[in-house]
Structure formats: structure tokens, C-alpha cells
């Protein structure tokens, strides 16, 4: 157990680090656009594999300096909408949506600082979501989610327009770049 939360500790301060030297760029809230984030590839960002019993933490995320340039964060909160933090924090991964295909390019972690296990069951409740803001909009191809959560992809700002559905997993989304909101359940 002390050797886990020392790893933990150490992760946690490598990755405070690494995305201070590489100053990462904050979601947009309330319609502010954040910088546009770098085009290209770069170096995919890998998770340690997972099973129910452990949740999925921003700690856990394994992000090279090269995938930090281009990783943006957004800690929501229930029943809310827009990012309340844009920087790395401690909290549950909820989504990650990515800029390409097969989860590549830039992407968004949203995490929600007050879980500890997980979403709730079901798609009828309000775990928060944001808007993308311009920079990020109709740029998303692909999402993941985590730890019982589902996210829902809406072509207009603050959840309006046609909607994607939930998704859990969709490595090229029949919605593809065309997300400029999403929601969380």
C-alpha cells in the first residue's frame, strides 16, 4: 500500500512538471476559445491496463512530453456545465476525446474531481460536460470512456443541435467532427 501511493505520488509530481514546462493550453469556458492545438500525430498517450476494481485517476494517465503539448483537461462537476479546471489534477477520468481516428491527435481528458468509483447507472443524469470552444470544436474522431461513464457529443454549443447518442468506445464516430459540446452520464 505505501509503495502504490509513493508511485502515485511520484507520477502525480513527474506529470505537475512535465505540463509545467510544456504550458499547457486551457479549454475554453463560457464561450472563450482556447489556442488551437498542435496538428500531427505526435506520440499517442498509453493507459495502464485497468480492471474494475481500479479506477482509472489522472495520475494513472501516462502522457509522454511530446503527447502533454497537445492534451487538454476538463474537470466537471454534477449537475454543471463547463470546465471548472483546465490543468491536470487529481480526480476520475470520465472521457477522453481525441482529434483522429483510432484515438489519435490532440485530446481532451475530462475528469471529475469528487469520484472516486465511477459514473452512476444509466444515461438519465447530469455528470457534467462542457463547451469544446473554438479551437476544439468540430475537431473530435474519436472517445473512450471510463469507469461505468458515457458521454453524449451535441453539434451545437451548451448541449443544443443533433446529438450523437451515447457513446461508450468509438475509435471513428459516424458523428465525426462535428462535436462542439458534449455530456456526460
Avoid: W
Avoid at 7 to 32: E, F, N, P, W
Avoid at 106 to 133: H, I, K, M, W
Avoid at 163 to 172: E, P
Amino acid at each position: 500500500m505505501r509503495t502504490t501511493t509513493r508511485h502515485r505520488t511520484i507520477r502525480t509530481s513527474v506529470a505537475g512538471a512535465v505540463v509545467s514546462l510544456v504550458g499547457l493550453v486551457s479549454l475554453g469556458l463560457g464561450g472563450t476559445s482556447a489556442a488551437a492545438a498542435p496538428d500531427g500525430d505526435g506520440t499517442p498517450v498509453q493507459v495502464e491496463a485497468v480492471t474494475s476494481e481500479k479506477p482509472v485517476m489522472v495520475e494513472d494517465l501516462k502522457i509522454s512530453a511530446a503527447a502533454a503539448r497537445s492534451t487538454y483537461y476538463c474537470a466537471v462537476r454534477d449537475g454543471t456545465f463547463g470546465c471548472k479546471n483546465a490543468k491536470p489534477g487529481t480526480g476520475l477520468v470520465v472521457a477522453r476525446l481525441y482529434q483522429h481516428k483510432d484515438f489519435g491527435g490532440f485530446q481532451v481528458v475530462v475528469f471529475n474531481p469528487a469520484y472516486r468509483v465511477g459514473c452512476s447507472g444509466g444515461t438519465g443524469d447530469n455528470e457534467g460536460g462542457a463547451n469544446l470552444g473554438s479551437a476544439l470544436s468540430n475537431r473530435v474522431s474519436s472517445v473512450k470512456t471510463y469507469n461505468s461513464c458515457d458521454v453524449k457529443l451535441y453539434n451545437g454549443n451548451n448541449k443544443t443541435g443533433a446529438t450523437s447518442g451515447f457513446i461508450h468506445r468509438d475509435n471513428l464516430l459516424a458523428f465525426n467532427d462535428r462535436a462542439n459540446s458534449f455530456r456526460i452520464s
